[in-house]
C-alpha cells in the first residue's frame, strides 16, 4: 500500500467539533512535525480516533515511514501497536504489515522491539485477496509480507524473532506458497534460497510438505499454475548428480510428489487435470518426459493396445446381436413383407439364439461394468474434473454412461415385450461405435485428430447448433403458418410443424432442393421466405460453421500435439491404477539401495548435452553408444 494509494487521502469529519484538532493529529503523522505531535498528546488527545478508512495515526505513521512520529506514538500509547486497521479493503492489517511493504527495515526492528504481534496478525481485506477479488495477494501474514516484497533483511529480522513461518492464510497457503505465486519469478527463487539458508533442514523439509486448501504443496503448486521456472528450480533442488565424466552424465531426480503410484494428487494428476495451458508444458521436462516415456513404452502401450482390442471385439458382438435379433414376418406391405420381433418365449430356442444369447450376456455384463466403472470416476473426480477436461476423456466419458444406460434400458424393454427396443437398441449401436474414437489417443497417427474433434464438437458445433435450432424454429412456425391455409396434400415435406422442420434442415444442408410441385401455383409470400431462409441459412450459418473450424483448427494445430501426449499420460495414469501391481511393477530406485533417504524413490537419468534419457532395463538409449557410454554403462552396472 503506497502512500500515493494510501489510506489518508480522504478525512472528512462534518460533525465532529474536534475536526480541525483531529486533521491536525493525522497531519502531524503524516509530515513528520514532532513538535506539533508533542503537543496534541500533552493535550490528552484521543489516540483512538479513525481515519476515514478505519486507520488511526499510527498507521499514517508508518504508510509515510516517519520513524521518529512512530517511535513518539508508541512511548506514550504502546496499546496502538497491534491495532489493525476496520475497513473492508484494509481489514486486520496492523502498522508492521505496513512497515514490512514499504521496506523500512528499521521501523520494522523498532516495531517487533516492542512485541509487534507476528503470529496473529493477518491482513484479510478485499485490497489482499487472492486471485481476481484483490489486487495484491501477499499471504496475510508478516512472514509472507516480506517475502513477498522480497527484502531479506527484514525476513531474516523476523525469522530471528521467531516469526512463525508455518502459519497458512484462508487460502491455506504458508510463506513458501506465496512465493511460488509471486509474479517476478527470479526474485521468488531468491527468496526461497534465502528462506531455506537461514532455517534448520529440518523445519525446510516440513514446511515444503505443508498443503493449502486445494492440496498442493508449493512444488505441486508451481506445477497447477504451469510455471516452467519455478517448477524448473523445484526440479533442480530434487536432482542428486552422482556421476559426471565430461559431457555426459547420471543424475537421480527424487519421485515423491510425481509419481503417480502412492499418491492420488500426484504433479502427473495436476498437469492432467488441469485446464492451463501452460501446465501441459510440464510434461516435456525431466524427469517427467523420461518417467512418463518409460511408463508407457514398458507397459502402458501393450495394456492400452490390449484394451483396445477387446473393446473393438466387444462392439462387434454387440453389433452382431442387434443385427441377428429374434425376428420373425408377420405382415405383408405392398411392396414387400414386414418383419417384427419374436415374443420372448419364442426368442430363445434354437442352436444359433443360445449363440446369440452369449453375446448378450456379455453384452449386458459389459455395460454394467461401464456404467459402476464411470459412476466411480464421476463421484472420485467430480463434475468439472469428469465432463469438462478434454485430457481425461471429457465428452468421451458421457457417451460411455448413455451407452450403459441405453443397454439396461434394452434389457427391460425386451423383458416388457416392447417396441422400444430398437430405439434404444440403435442408439446403443450409435454411442458404443462413436466410443471406438476414445482408443485414438493411444495413437501418434490419430492422437492428434481426435483431439481437433473433440474441440470442434464441444466449441464449434455447439455453437452453431445453438443458432440452427433458433432459425429453424422461427423460419418453420412462419412456413407452417401459411400451409395451414393450403391442401398440403400435394406437399407432403410441408404437412405440419415437425415435417417442415425437417425439410428446412435439409435444404440448409443442400441435402434436397424445394418440394413442390411445378403445377401449383404457390403465394409469392412463401418464396419470399425461401430465399430469405436459403440466404441466411444456407450462405450464412454453414459458412459460419465452416469459418469457426478452420479458425479452430488453426488454433489448436499446435497445442494438439501438447494435448495428446498429457492424453497419453493421463491413459498411463489409469491403466497403472487398474492394472495390479504384479503385472505394473513401481518405476524407479528405491532409496535405501542407493543409500539416500529410506521410503522415497528415484528415476536415474543419463543426461549428455543438455539431452536426457532414461535407463531402465530393455530400453536402448542409443544405437550406437560412445566409449563414454560404455564406461558410464559399466560404472552403473557396479553400483
Known amino acids: 500500500m503506497s502512500p500515493e494509494k494510501g489510506i489518508i487521502t480522504t478525512h472528512n469529519y462534518p460533525d465532529n467539533p474536534n475536526n480541525e484538532s483531529e486533521n491536525l493529529f493525522f497531519k502531524a503523522a503524516k509530515e513528520n512535525n514532532i513538535k506539533v505531535l508533542k503537543q496534541l498528546i500533552g493535550e490528552n488527545f484521543d489516540p483512538t480516533i479513525k481515519g476515514a478508512l478505519g486507520e488511526n495515526v499510527l498507521h499514517i505513521a508508518a504508510l509515510y515511514n516517519n520513524n521518529e512520529i512512530l517511535v513518539e506514538l508508541l512511548d506514550a500509547f504502546p496499546f496502538l501497536i497491534n491495532k489493525p486497521i476496520e475497513c473492508d479493503a484494509y481489514k486486520g492489517e496492523t502498522a508492521l504489515h505496513i512497515a514490512i511493504v514499504n521496506q523500512n527495515a528499521e521501523m520494522v526492528r523498532e516495531l517487533i522491539a516492542r512485541k509487534a504481534d507476528m503470529e496473529n496478525a493477518r491482513a484479510t481485506g478485499n485490497f489482499f485477496a487472492p486471485r481476481r477479488k484483490g489486487q495484491h495477494y501477499y499471504g496475510e501474514y508478516v512472514t509472507s509480507f516480506a517475502a513477498y516484497v522480497g527484502n531479506q533483511e527484514i525476513l531474516q529480522t523476523l525469522v530471528e524473532n521467531e516469526a512463525p513461518l508455518e502459519t497458512q492464510d484462508s ?41 493449502n486448501n486445494d492440496g498442493m504443496t508449493p512444488f505441486k503448486l508451481a506445477a497447477q499454475q504451469g510455471d516452467v521456472q519455478m517448477f524448473e528450480y523445484f526440479i533442480k533442488k530434487r536432482r542428486h548428480t552422482i556421476l559426471s565424466f565430461g559431457p555426459l552424465g547420471s543424475t537421480l531426480y527424487d519421485l515423491t510428489g510425481i509419481d503417480s503410484w502412492d499418491d492420488r494428487l500426484s504433479v502427473i494428476d495436476i498437469i492432467c487435470t488441469s485446464n492451463n495451458n501452460a501446465a501441459r508444458n510440464l510434461l516435456e521436462i525431466t524427469p517427467l518426459k523420461e518417467l512418463l516415456h518409460y511408463k508407457w513404452t514398458a507397459f502402458g502401450y501393450k495394456y492400452f493396445l490390449l484394451c483396445t482390442i477387446f473393446y473393438i471385439m466387444y462392439t462387434v458382438i454387440l453389433t452382431l446381436c442387434c443385427l ?30 443360445y449363440l446369440r444369447l452369449s453375446g448378450e450376456i456379455i453384452v449386458v455384463v459389459g455395460g454394467i461394468l461401464c456404467l459402476v466403472s464411470e459412476i466411480l470416476q464421476f463421484v472420485r473426480k467430480g463434475t468439472k474434473h469428469f465432463f469438462g477436461n478434454t485430457v481425461t476423456g471429457g465428452p468421451f466419458h458421457v457417451i460411455l454412461l448413455l451407452y450403459a444406460c441405453f443397454i439396461i434400458a434394452v434389457v427391460i424393454l425386451r423383458f416388457l415385450s416392447s417396441d422400444g427396443e430398437t430405439i434404444m437398441m440403435s442408439l446403443a449401436l450409435i454411442s458404443a461405435w462413436c466410443n471406438v474414437i476414445y ?7 490419430l492422437g492428434p485428430l481426435c483431439i481437433m474433434i473433440q474441440k470442434m464438437v464441444l466449441g464449434d458445433l455447439l455453437k452453431f447448433c445453438i443458432l440452427l435450432i433458433a432459425v429453424l424454429i422461427g423460419f418453420a412456425a412462419a412456413f407452417n403458418v401459411h400451409f395451414q391455409a393450403m391442401n398440403t396434400t400435394a406437399v407432403p415435406s410441408f404437412n405440419g410443424f415437425p415435417d417442415i422442420t425437417f425439410t428446412l434442415f435439409q435444404l440448409m444442408m443442400g441435402l434436397d432442393s424445394l418440394p413442390l410441385p411445378a403445377n401449383i401455383v404457390m403465394p409469392k409470400m412463401i418464396l419470399v421466405l425461401y430465399i430469405v431462409y436459403m440466404f441466411f441459412g444456407f450462405v450464412l450459418l454453414v459458412n459460419l460453421l465452416i469459418a469457426l473450424m478452420t479458425h479452430t483448427h488453426f488454433r489448436v494445430t499446435n497445442d494438439r500435439t501438447t494435448l495428446w501426449r498429457a492424453q497419453v499420460a493421463a491413459t498411463t495414469i489409469m491403466l497403472e491404477r487398474s492394472i495390479p501391481c504384479r503385472l505394473w511393477p513401481r518405476t524407479g530406485i528405491p532409496g535405501e539401495l542407493l543409500g539416500l533417504e529410506r521410503g522415497k524413490w528415484y528415476l536415474r537419468v543419463e543426461e549428455r548435452n543438455n539431452t536426457s534419457f532414461c535407463l531402465m532395463p530393455n530400453i536402448q538409449a542409443s544405437s550406437e553408444p560412445s566409449r563414454m557410454e560404455h564406461y558410464l554403462h559399466e560404472y552403473h552396472n557396479q553400483l
Do not use: W
Request: net charge positive.
Open 324 to 353: 441377428y435379433r429374434p425376428i420373425m414376418h408377420t405382415f405383408t406391405y405392398q411392396d414387400g413383407k414386414g418383419n417384427t420381433r419374436k415374443p420372448l418365449y419364442e426368442a430363445y430356442q434354437t442352436r444359433n439364439d
Open 171 to 211: 487460502q491455506g497457503n504458508t510463506v513458501f506458497h506465496i512465493l511460488v505465486l509471486h509474479q517476478n519469478k527470479s526474485m521468488a527463487c531468491k527468496m526461497y534460497d534465502f528462506l531455506a539458508a537461514i532455517i534448520p533442514k529440518k523445519q525446510l523439509s516440513y514446511l515444503e510438505t505443508i498443503t
Open 439 to 445: 482408443f485414438a489417443r493411444g495413437f501418434r497417427l
